[in-house]
């Protein structure tokens, strides 16, 4: 099983509609988990972190189930500027050991 | 404004030549990371540094080196022994132990050998 796993889509989505991503982990001792957007040709720049508890920013919500081990986005009303590149990452207890970036999901807003 | 540099955004080389990637960042950060992004692919680990004069290896070393003299800079270089070196390096750097620990990235140098 791969360390981080994501669906590398592309999702191609109309303007409004609810799109979801999961993310699956392997490391069970993992202790941090993010969102990362990387628009095309750009840098990745952290969108959320992700709580046991789950959080919400605006139209954004992320959810953590560490029973399952996987993580999740959704992105409700979706725009047109939510087309990016959205990358799961996983950071582990022992900080000796790397982050774990995942490939990627892509997302196209249709208009 | 605190941040994290990179320079130059675009570099071309020609093959046998080395060059050296540069990152600063005045976030006050003891670990700093370089990563390759190749077209469609995710981030891979190039080395990294979780203290001054000290880096590790990370997945994809071979072909590159790097130093840590100064906590504000983490440079790469690009050396004749990459065979495939033309990809897009990002360079980041962590906070301290005791928060998220999320990275935070420089805005990228886009390399092509000629």
């Known amino acids: 099983r791969k360390e981080v796993e994501q669906d590398p889509g592309p999702f191609n989505v109309p303007e409004g509609a609810t799109v979801a991503f999961n993310c699956t982990y392997s490391n069970s001792a993992s202790q941090s988990f993010f969102w990362y957007r990387q628009d095309c040709r750009k840098e990745p720049k952290l969108l959320m972190s992700v709580y046991s508890s789950g959080n919400e920013d605006g139209r954004f919500t992320a959810q953590l189930n560490r029973a399952s081990q996987y993580i999740s986005l959704l992105i409700r009303d979706s725009k047109l500027s939510d087309s990016a590149t959205y990358l799961c990452?996983?950071?582990?207890?022992?900080?000796?050991?790397?982050?774990?970036f995942g490939k990627g999901t892509r997302l196209h807003i249709l208009p | 404004d605190g941040g994290i540099t990179q320079s130059p955004k675009y570099l071309f080389r020609k093959e046998g030549q080395n060059v050296t990637l540069s990152c600063e960042q005045n976030l006050n950060h003891d670990a700093m990371y370089w990563y390759r992004q190749d077209p469609g692919q995710g981030l891979r680990l190039i080395y990294y540094?979780?203290?001054?004069?000290?880096?590790q290896k990370g997945d994809i070393a071979e072909g590159y080196s790097v130093s840590r003299e100064k906590k504000e800079s983490f440079p790469l270089t690009v050396t004749s022994a990459q065979k495939n070196p033309t990809a897009f390096y990002l360079c980041a750097s962590e906070p301290p132990p005791g928060g998220h620990n999320e990275q935070f990235f420089g805005p990228g140098t886009r390399l092509t050998v000629l």
């Open positions: 540094s979780q203290i001054v004069n000290d880096f």
């Open positions: 990452v996983v950071t582990p207890w022992n900080r000796d050991d790397k982050i774990i």
